[in-house]
């Protein structure tokens, strides 16, 4: 669909998913807020992720770690040395480019010639304490992972585990990017989800694997298309240091030549816990009673960014047609798990009290069981195609005949069909497709 990126970012705004940020202020580049339906889906987004990552296994837990760490963490960790890009800044108007996201020799904004490649580290540097020099400098996270390999023995003192077994954490991660870019796709703050499974070092291609399927299905599960996902194995020699394989699950996001990246599935190996426990000094091997012996389990890491899945959601959503009556309609197609709003009440009229006490009554009892708006302004037509933008997957009519039987219309988003029930049955019908 032509300019389809610019249409989703306008009704972004336009109906309180996605905000630029401080933009009264002229915005802050790399920033988004997010509007009320926004909030709505990425609340969705962790659920299912939950579901499917957290509540349906027994070994798994979660944690909620702090983003502020102790720094050596960060030493520890590689951050410090090696969480760097290389970049190059245009001689003449200045912008600083990734090297790696360069096509050419000149600058890709106004053609000036570009500079030798330096270093840039991209953790965001804060202080803590009443005392700003060198010694206060602490970092905000550019990953969650390392709140959770800190916690490693916590977490098996509190709930003992045989392995595998895993520890998740979803929260805000921190990356300064020197050029973000489309929309929400490369942010400077964002939220990440990840799961951090401990294995046997000699099973641990076999649990990549079955990560791999799994975290690829659960894309179908929220209603991505099959044809915009694919699985990429990255290259030996483009491996993060503490990678044995890395597998991603790439979308097709249009503003891209190829597909590009929405979850990255590491085996981290035992770098991890081998590296802290060198840094700390406290041992965070593993004592199995089966095998008798002390070791480092190795680490399968499934790792997403919300942001990167609400706009595949968007996009894989969003969809124009022409309605029998000749007119224009704007539908996001979210499964109905996914949908912000479950379902949308209307008096047939406003001005006819009967109609809108019924309707209210209604409204109050859906209400009761799923995240329902209300609806009174302008004409059906209207309040139907404000539904439809936003993904609503059924509206509730209070006609005149509910007056007489009580039942109402449940009007299907995809189809626009009506059918007549009673609001209980309504509630039946909706539990059942939202599971
Ligand atoms: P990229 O190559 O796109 O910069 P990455 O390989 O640095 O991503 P990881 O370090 O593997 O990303 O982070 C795990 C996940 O976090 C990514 O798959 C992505 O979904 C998300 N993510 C990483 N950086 C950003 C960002 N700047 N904005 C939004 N999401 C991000």
Not at 39 to 49: G, T
Not at 234 to 249: N, Q
Not at 374 to 385: A, F, L, V
């Amino acid at each position: 669909m032509e300019n389809l990126m610019e249409k989703i970012i306008s009704l972004s705004k336009r109906r309180g998913f996605v905000f630029p940020t401080s933009e009264i202020y002229g915005g802050f580049s790399g920033f988004y807020d997010f509007g009320p339906l926004g909030v709505l889906l990425k609340e969705n987004i962790k659920k299912e992720w939950r579901k499917a990552v957290v509540f349906s296994h027994d070994e798994i837990v979660e944690i909620d770690s702090a983003i502020i760490q102790n720094p050596k963490t960060w030493k520890a960790s590689g951050h410090l040395d090696g969480f760097v890009v290389e970049i190059r800044e245009c001689q003449k108007c200045h912008r600083r480019f990734r090297v790696d996201h360069l096509e050419d020799d000149k600058c890709p904004v106004c053609q000036g010639n570009l500079g030798q490649p330096s270093f840039f580290n991209e953790m965001f540097e804060t202080y803590v304490g009443a005392k700003k020099d060198s010694s206060a400098i602490a970092y905000l996270r550019p990953e969650t992972a390392q709140g959770i390999f800190l916690n490693f023995k916590n977490v098996l003192n509190t709930f003992p585990k045989e392995l595998p077994f895993g520890i998740a954490q979803i929260g805000k991660a921190f990356r300064n990017e020197v050029s973000p870019e489309n929309f929400i796709f490369r942010i400077r703050e964002f939220e990440q989800m990840e799961l951090e499974y401990f294995v046997e070092p000699k099973k641990s291609e076999e649990y990549h694997q079955k990560w791999i399927e799994e975290r690829f299905k659960w894309y179908l599960d929220i209603g991505l298309k099959k044809e915009n996902l694919k699985i990429f194995e990255v290259p030996k020699e483009d491996l993060a240091h503490y990678s044995k394989r890395t597998v991603e699950i790439h979308y097709n996001y249009p503003f891209l030549k190829n597909f590009g990246e929405l979850e990255g599935m590491a085996n981290r190996t035992d770098f991890d816990l081998k590296t802290h426990s060198k840094f700390s000094k406290v041992d965070l091997s593993l004592f199995e009673p089966k095998s008798r012996k002390r070791f480092f389990p190795y680490i399968i890491e499934p790792s997403v960014g919300i942001e990167r899945i609400f706009l595949a959601l968007l996009l894989d959503a969003y969809s124009e047609e022409e309605l029998n009556s000749g007119e224009k309609r704007v539908v996001l197609k979210f499964l109905p798990k996914m949908a912000p709003i479950k379902l949308a009440v209307f008096p047939l009229l406003r001005n006819k009290p009967a109609l809108v006490e019924k309707a209210r009554e209604v409204y109050s009892l859906l209400k009761d069981n799923f995240l329902v708006a209300w609806d009174d302004n302008d004409n059906i037509g209207k309040r139907y195609r404000r539904q439809d933008e936003i993904g609503t997957p059924w509206c509730v009519t209070i006609d005149f005949e509910t007056l007489e039987n009580g039942t109402v219309t449940l009007r299907d988003r995809d189809t626009t069909k009506q059918t007549r029930h009673l609001p209980q049955e309504i509630i039946k019908i909706v539990k059942e497709k939202i599971k």
